[in-house]
Each structure stands twice: as structure tokens, then as C-alpha cells.
């Protein structure tokens, strides 16, 4: 081996500030947003998946054509295979057709699929441009939208998929989230989003159980009550944010609980788990796992459970095989270990815990 040279540079990572926004009647009146209005974009680049264009474009375009500024649109399919990294090319296609400048915004309508494309899609543009979020979901509005993880998936040529294994972490500027757009949901969304939150009640003691039931019930929640229990759960995951952006503290962790077991099982279901529905049992293989290791309490581990079946949340997984999901497992970017529950609102992440209680647990959670 030869090194003839060694040279280095330190240099430091650019301070970034998102803003959020809760609030209803906001997609008409997106360009009366004072960040819009401060004229700092040469054009606009909105990705949208075909659902939510169907509900929610037109009104979001024509609020953005009150800012004359060019407007190009990518239309994605719905649903998780958008994810699928082989798609980029095509997906950012339609950007490239109109005034593209790192002077361009980049933004997002639509649920966690469309944020987490987006943001990637804005920070590989010519190598940078700003990004917008405006969630659409329930999911995206709590936790997909915020906290500025981005990334597509990997499929493998054995048909696994590998869950967010290409991506970056890059604050979007603003995101906006309209509780109004929550209403077109359908019930198996609400879940999904209703998933997440689970976590943050498991992990923080917050949502309350009662806020929590009335998010189930959401369609009969005014737009304030909506956005007050929306903020908390933002709120939690900002303030981990802040003080831990990249992951390297071990604090944003914590926002992992429920995952490691989640996206193992939702790879291997490959679309017939959603990711609140996977987080949710996680959840549980969590109480569970933190029992085996005499963290939790029986009856501790069952009133989770417990709480979550009474929220209408599967607690199990169907027709799966343990060896296909701990081989899932191994291939996690936080392998081996995990975010264990000391109790409720206390967290412990970093724990190892032996192969053999994490396969028990994995069947206990199989029907
Ligand atoms: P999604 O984006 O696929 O949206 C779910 C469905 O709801 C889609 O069919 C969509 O078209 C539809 N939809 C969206 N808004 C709607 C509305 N207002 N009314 C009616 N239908 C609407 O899924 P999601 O659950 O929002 O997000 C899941 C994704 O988020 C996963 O890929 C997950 O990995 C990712 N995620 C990312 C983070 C992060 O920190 N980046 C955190 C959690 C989850």
C-alpha cells in the first residue's frame, strides 16, 4: 500500500430552520404564507401523488399561480412501490422540463410517501433545493412530514424489500399541515396515522388515551381539537429533533421504538401491512421484548397491549414466518439492538437483547 498524499478539511454543516404550521383552510391560501410571499423561489416543483392530485391539486396549484412563478407537476402513483428507488428517474422527469434553478422549491402534497420522495428528491437536485412539505395524511402530519429523514426503498432481487435504505436527513423549510385534509381520509389511514401515535403515548406519555380515541373517531373532531393533539405529537418529535438531527446521540432513537420489529415486518409483508399497522405491533413486540429482559412488569406489558387493542390496532401479524422476519431483522440500519419501554414515557434505546428472546417474541407476535 501506497498513500503519497493525505490532506483534510473541516467543515461545518450548514444551520437549517424548518417551520411548521397547523392549521385548516390553509391549501387555498398557500401563497398567503409569509414564506412564499417573501419572492425567494424562481419556480415551483410539486410532486403529488395521483389521489391526493384528485383531491387537493387543483385548489393547491391555483393558490400557487397567484405567486406567477413557473409550476411544474410530477404526478406519483400511490402507495409504498412509489418508494421504490428504480422509480426516481421517471418521477423526477417533469421537473426537468421546466425552469429547474437551486433557486427552485420543491414541494410535497401528499401523504408520508410523498414527503419522504420529496425531501429526497429536493436534496439531490442540483444537489440541493428547498423543500416543502404539506402533509395529507394523519401519519405525515404527526411524524412523516417532520424531522427531515427522507429516502426512497430498496427491493431486492428476492423480492424483500429494504425499507428506507436510500435517503438523507435535510429539514424541509416549512411544512404545512391543513387538519381540513384529514376529513377525505379513509378509516384505514386514521389507523395508520392512529399507529404512530401509539408510539408517542407508549414513548411519552402523550397523546393522552382519551385524545388518542378521539383521533379514531376524527371525522367528528373540530379542526381545533385536531390540531391541538397533531401539534403535541409534533411537538415531541421536534424537541428530539433539535437536539439530536442526525441520529448521533442516541436521543432521535427513541423515535424508533416500535420500528426495528415494524419495518422488518412490513418488508416482509409487502404491502398488506401498512406502517401504522406495523408500528403498532411493534409496539407490542416492544412491551414484550422489554418484559422478557425484566424492564416491564407482566401486567405493564398487557395494559400496552391491552391499550392498543381497545384503540381497534392490530396487536398481531398474520401468515408470517419468524425466519423471513428475523432475517428482515439483521438487515436494519440499527441491527441488533433496540428501543426498550422502562415504562410508560421512559425509554431506553441502545439495548441488545439475545437472538433467541427476539425469535420467541417474534412468534409470540404471529397468529
Ligand atoms: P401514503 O403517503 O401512501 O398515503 C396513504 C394513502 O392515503 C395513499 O393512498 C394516499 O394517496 C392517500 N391519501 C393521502 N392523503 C389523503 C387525503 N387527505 N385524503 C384521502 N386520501 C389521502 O402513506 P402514509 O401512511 O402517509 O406514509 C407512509 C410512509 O411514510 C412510509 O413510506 C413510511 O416509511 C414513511 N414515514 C416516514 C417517516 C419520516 O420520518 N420520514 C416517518 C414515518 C413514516
Known sequence: ?????????????????????VGSDLLDNVHKIPFFEEDQFSSFLLLVDENVYALYGKRVLSALKKLKRPISVSCIPQGEKSKNFENAGKFLKPFFRSTLTRESCLISLGGGVTTDIGGFFASILLRGIAAVHIPTTLLGQIDAGLGGKSGMDFWASDGLMYKNMIGKI???????????????????EIK???????????????????QLAKIRDLKGQDAQTRAEIITLCQKIKLD???NDPFETKGERQKLNLGHTIGHA???????????????????????KLSQSIGFLTKEKAYYIEDTITS???????????????????SFDKKSGTFVLIRDIGKLETGVRVDTTLVRRVLAEIML
Do not use: C
Open 311 to 329: 384503540l381497534g390496532l392490530p396487536t398481531r401479524a398474520e401468515k408470517m414466518q419468524v425466519k423471513k422476519v428475523f432475517s428482515a431483522l
Open 1 to 21: 500500500m501506497h498513500i503519497f498524499s493525505e490532506q483534510k478539511i473541516t467543515v461545518k454543516q450548514k444551520e437549517e430552520h424548518s417551520n411548521m404550521l
Open 170 to 188: 435535510e429539514q424541509p423549510y416549512l411544512v404545512v399541515s391543513d387538519v381540513d385534509t384529514l376529513s377525505s381520509l379513509p378509516p384505514s
Open 265 to 287: 415486518l412490513e418488508g416482509v409483508a409487502a404491502g398488506k401491512l401498512s406502517h401504522g399497522e406495523a408500528v403498532s405491533i411493534g409496539v407490542v413486540a416492544a412491551a
Open 192 to 210: 395508520n396515522g392512529l399507529g404512530e401515535m401509539v408510539k408517542y403515548w407508549a414513548g411519552w406519555g402523550t397523546p393522552s388515551i382519551a
Open 240 to 242: 428530539i429533533v433539535k
